[in-house]
């Protein structure tokens, strides 16, 4: 996906203007936010559990060659093919040939960040297959040709009644007249057309939530049914997965499953949990005949033991978003790339360049939400603030910016300088603004009063006040 | 932590830029707040700021020398106290990183057990229970990031505000969100940091209090900027007026209108 993270500003400022989009995340918020404090709640050792799974995470990120390689071992002693992308163009093209191979003309498709990741879609509608997606929101922003705005909610920035006039625009097969006033109708309908797609694909492509090293299983953790049909029905399942998804045991996995749900949409374990282990064997009911897992790094292992390393335990939870007061304010679309929220201001210049996604660590207030919700204690803020550490050196801030910092700085630097500074210009300000108290617009101000008022200094500052008292105090003492 | 001594005990007041040059109230509640505790206070000149500006904007180098001088201003004394979660929150959790692995980090960590925020400094550290003050009117408190989240701040507050007489508290919805003020930020991202405010604002009008306090000046500076703004008749004040009962001066720009 091309990315438009430079345009943050100017597509934030559309996003506030749109007023579609602001019921939709207005709606969107109230929802999660109650729902995982609902089920943490109710889990007294939540904070152990975060713990342990961080701690899980936290272990096999050190030794990850090792659980890789293991895993992969696994994957093929259990009849799949593990194949090693090292960028996003490796992976498509993996994808691809396993598809010419098998002269496939449709895939289906689980909902999967990590094909957002490598643009797939677009890549195979090139190459002539055609990819279907069948999570209800991917299925959704498929038809619109949109990308995801939320890592578990594709089409969170949509209202229903969008959605509805999208099905009727696409589904002309079906009577006009139909009824689509409620969520269940327009599930109804996309389980109808998608459901013959499943048995024309030839192959089933899914993410993974995790993968395991001892047995060479692949996870995912789904809501709606799709990706059990995605990757049983056709002759080839596909697995993308990027390299940090590997953990070492079920019972790691099991650990962390207990965070996943509670922390994304608060439910106590998602409805699907589905783990396939290579391909049908001879006394299976049903399954793939090929079973392939592509192993994405796409700059993920140039982040090992940097200050992004810790960003690596991420499990896509979305909490992160579903807290963040900008997240709420701008919508996932504005940050410009696949990954929104604080996770993705964090990770986006990770995998594209600072100089391409710096906005995105920018546009934090530093409030910590995402950090005290997020299920592996990443600290968000902190390696956003690394990000604005990496464009400082690299001198990549706006030029207007680097001067007011170095002004500022001159003077905080030097006390006594500052004193003197302070001590003309604050008792000036505090006159300009005459009985009124309050400035409407001043010069080098315009951020601050374009939408609010700035309060008059008091009248001198507190230190010349308290200079004055002491000396006060001394000539009392001394008289 | 040190041990109790008999003698009062010395603080340092980091008065804070914002404090300093918009609202020196706020420094004499804190002084008064603390004296009455049994306290002595003395507020070093060599203070500036607490470095966040350059901290936040990448600019290390500068924030690591403020952070120097800030503790060389500050190491004598058995605490170091300031009216704001945000800047107590960088002299305490942020300096021993920023520091880490120069000949300051030692120092560093030591200056860090000594410094608080005002309200959770009177409640956790002199075990002040009440304040001998009264309010007449209802109040609503915002929860300030830093302080909530680094520091802990959320009961304190409202333990010694609950004692202030005919103070009545009406809590607004999602008191513990962001206000959209963020340092830098607000002028960085003007629009999103005026959307968030909004959400703000909303929630303090329908709290329906007369007063929206907080303990911190940038904080409370957004939010009054956006409620004159508005047309809004809610005053604001930092929690350390009410609670020092100085509440006789003007609010924040002057009172409401």
Known sequence: ?479 | MKEESPSPKRVGLFVTCLVDLFRPSVGFASVKLLEDAGCTVEVPMAQTCCGQPAYNSGDKNDAAAIARQTIEAFEEFDYVVAPSGSCAGMLKKHYPSLLKGTSFEARAEAFSGRVHELVSFLVDVLGVTSVPVSHDGSVTYHDSCSGLRELGIQKQPRQLLSSVDGLELKEMQNSDVCCGFGGTFCVKYPDISNKIVEEKTASIESAGAGTLLAGDLGCLMNMAGKLHRQGSKVEVRHVAEVLAGMTEKPAIGGGGR
Request: a neutral charge; one cysteine or more.
């Open chain 1, 1 to 479: 996906m091309e990315i438009q993270s430079p345009q943050f500003k100017h597509k934030a400022r559309k996003a506030i203007a749109d007023e579609q989009l602001q019921r939709a995340m207005g709606k969107a918020k109230i929802g999660f936010v109650g729902k995982r404090k609902k089920a943490v709640d109710a889990l007294p050792e939540f904070d152990e559990l975060r713990s342990s799974a961080r701690a899980i995470k936290d272990h096999t990120l050190e030794h990850l060659d090792l659980y890789l390689e293991a895993y992969e071992r696994k994957v093929i002693a259990s009849g799949g093919r593990v194949h090693w992308a090292e960028t996003a163009q490796d992976a498509r093209q993996a994808v691809l040939d396993i598809c010419r191979a098998a002269g496939a003309r449709t895939v289906t498709k689980g909902k999967s960040m990590i094909t957002e990741e490598i643009a797939l879609n677009d890549f195979l509608e090139k190459e002539g297959v055609r990819p279907v997606e069948t999570d209800l929101g991917e299925y959704i922003i498929q038809l619109r040709g949109e990308h995801p705005s939320h890592i578990i909610g594709p089409a969170l920035h949509l209202n229903k009644e969008q959605v509805e006039e999208d099905f009727r625009r696409v589904h002309t097969e079906l009577p006009p007249a139909r009824d689509l006033s409620q969520p269940e109708s327009l599930l109804g309908e996309a389980r109808h057309i998608l459901r013959p797609q499943y048995f024309q694909a030839d192959v089933g492509i899914t993410g993974a939530n995790f993968l395991i090293a001892e047995t060479g299983t692949s996870i995912i953790v789904t809501n709606e049914g799709n990706g059990d049909l995605t990757q049983t029905l056709p002759r080839i399942h596909i697995v993308v997965a990027s390299i940090e998804k590997v953990v070492p045991t079920l019972e790691d996995a099991s650990q962390i499953l207990r965070v996943l749900a509670r922390s994304a949409t608060g439910q106590d374990m998602s409805v699907y949990t589905t783990f396939s282990t290579g391909p049908r064997r001879p006394d299976d009911p049903d399954g793939p005949d090929e079973y392939h897992v592509i192993l994405l790094d796409n700059g993920r292992s140039s982040m090992l033991g940097t200050e992004f390393h810790e960003m690596l335990r991420c499990i896509r939870c979305g909490a992160c978003m579903n807290h963040c007061p900008v997240y709420h304010a701008v919508g996932g679309h504005a940050y410009g790339w696949v990954y929104p929220g604080p996770m993705g201001s964090v990770l986006t210049p990770s995998l594209v360049g600072v100089d391409k996604a710096g906005h995105l660590p920018n546009a934090s207030t530093f409030c910590g939400r995402c950090e005290s919700v997020c299920p592996m204690q990443i600290p968000l803020p902190r390696m956003m603030r690394h990000w604005r550490e990496r464009e400082f050196e690299r001198g990549l801030n706006p030029a207007t910016q680097r001067f007011g910092l170095g002004f500022w700085a001159f003077f905080a630097r030097r006390p006594k300088l500052y004193r003197l500074a302070t001590s003309m210009a604050i008792p000036t300000l505090s006159g300009l603004a005459g009985r009124a108290r309050w400035f409407r617009s001043l010069p080098f101000a315009g951020g601050w009063t374009r939408h609010r008022d700035l309060p008059a200094p008091e009248s001198r500052t507190f230190m010349q006040q308290w200079r004055d008292r002491e000396v006060g105090k001394q000539e009392r003492g001394a008289a």
